[in-house]
């Protein structure tokens, strides 16, 4: 029962902390891959980049120095490349993705709500239920948790390492410095420092760096709960679906672990954030087909994620830094689902 | 008080119609006018401004009239 109380607390603390981060620096990365085509804008994907970056550090660092043990996603032929890109179809319907999501719920957008029954629905359904069959025939064939650099080995978290140095230099050489000279007097500015944080968006090189920070934190509190992995989002929701609807007097928290807490804290992160900025409103979408196509959205995010062994969390924000070149297949699978359903979906209306 | 041309009404809508669809109505408008977008969706009331500053419209103000609720005003180029 102690170990109910730990997993509650950490991961309901590290849940807040990351909600509050996402809604503050509207990080998500379903418009962070979508505008790349769509809007031609690459702010939020730059801020992708640079948690992404911040976390290869940090897990080179806690994997050389014993903190953190690497357990890279497994690669399966199938399984990996659709499971993404099924993902990245469902994220662009559901508008937003796995924690996307799970935090503009703690915005009061009713529309997302329904988005992740879906997800939590799909995932389960795909998990354990009537398509786990689908899933396994996927995943049948499974190459193990392969690297970037061939197989895990104990040298594997210094390639993470050092491609985190490089590419943490290289982009606040790059991109950082460059927008905090062009903004220098706003910068050095701390005055009203509670309005920048409380009221206002934040700039999308904080919100990268924070994303990555929290993951890096994440990972050993998380593994201390009996999870041995960083930050996820999907397997908490069907967890958490597991739980409530599962649980006997002989096993009574089946489903739950660390990551169900943590999903829960990113809502209430993100509806306090969303308060004290004035952000917060129950609202729905005015279309009955946005709730619906939501709805379908979220099942085959769902359905994708657990065919792939994780979301956009799970697997690109977590996998990709530890190098699992199951993660990167499958985030390559995200990207390219996104694209083509925005393609399909904004394309016409557009010219 | 500026006289506004036409208003474009996102209230309620999700990621990235508020985007898309004040992108197309500029398109269709003629230089001077001013168009009224009304959103309530935190990062388009954030980015709209921006994405149209880079497009070279002028951006009159931005507003925000309620909880989670914005009206920006564009000057069209």
């Known amino acids: ?351 | 008080m500026v006289e506004i041309t036409e208003t474009l009404d996102c209230m309620g809508e999700v990621c990235p119609y508020p985007d898309v669809k004040s992108k197309r109505k500029v398109k269709k408008m003629k230089s001077g006018e001013i168009l009224e977008i009304l959103v309530d969706y935190p990062l388009s009331a954030e980015r709209i401004p921006e994405t149209m500053k880079n497009l070279g419209h002028e951006v009159v103000s931005v507003e925000k009239t309620d909880k989670s609720a914005w009206k920006i005003i564009l000057r069209i180029k």
Not at chain 1, 112 to 122: K, T
Not at chain 1, 136 to 152: E, H, K, M, R
């Open chain 1, 1 to 351: 029962m102690e170990m109910f109380y730990i997993q509650l607390i950490s991961g309901l603390l590290v849940g807040i902390l990351f909600g509050f981060v996402l809604q503050r620096g509207r990080f998500c990365m379903n418009s962070a891959i979508r505008d790349i085509v769509l809007m031609k804008d690459y702010k939020l994907i730059k801020s992708v980049a640079l948690a992404l970056l911040t976390c290869m550090f940090g897990f080179g660092f806690m994997g050389l120095v014993g903190m953190v043990t690497f357990n890279p996603k497994s690669l399966t032929l199938f399984g990996s490349i659709l499971g993404g890109f099924v993902f990245g179809l469902g994220m662009v319907l559901a508008a937003g993705c796995a924690s996307g999501t799970t935090y503009r719920v703690g915005e009061g957008m009713m529309g997302s709500l329904v988005a992740l029954l879906g997800l939590a629905l799909g995932a389960a359904a795909t998990g354990a239920g009537t398509l786990s069959g689908l899933k396994s025939a996927l995943q049948s064939i499974n190459y193990g948790p392969v690297t970037l650099f061939g197989a895990l080995t104990k040298w594997t978290p210094l390639f993470s390492l050092i491609l985190g140095i490089l590419g943490l230099g290289a982009t606040f050489y790059f991109w950082v410095l460059k927008e905090i000279k062009a903004e220098r007097e706003e910068f050095f500015d701390f005055s009203d420092m509670s309005e920048k944080i409380f009221k206002k968006g934040w700039s999308w090189y904080t919100t990268g760096y924070l994303v990555g920070l929290i993951n890096i934190i994440a990972w050993p509190l998380s593994a201390a709960a009996g999870r041995n992995y960083p930050l996820g989002i999907t397997a908490g929701w069907a967890g958490n679906l597991k739980f409530l609807t599962t649980t006997t007097t002989d096993s009574p928290t089946a489903g739950l672990s660390w990551i169900s807490w943590l999903v829960i804290g990113v809502i209430l992160g993100a509806m306090i954030a969303s308060m004290i900025a004035g952000e917060f409103k129950l609202r729905t979408p005015r279309d009955g087909k946005t709730i619906l196509l939501q709805l379908v959205g979220g099942f085959i995010m769902g359905f994708g994620a657990t065919v792939a062994m994780g979301c956009n969390i799970g697997n690109l924000l977590s996998g990709i830094p530890q190098l699992s070149l199951g993660s990167i297949v499958a985030s390559i699978g995200i990207v390219l689902g996104c694209w083509l359903m925005a393609f399909l979906l904004f394309r016409e209306k557009d010219e």
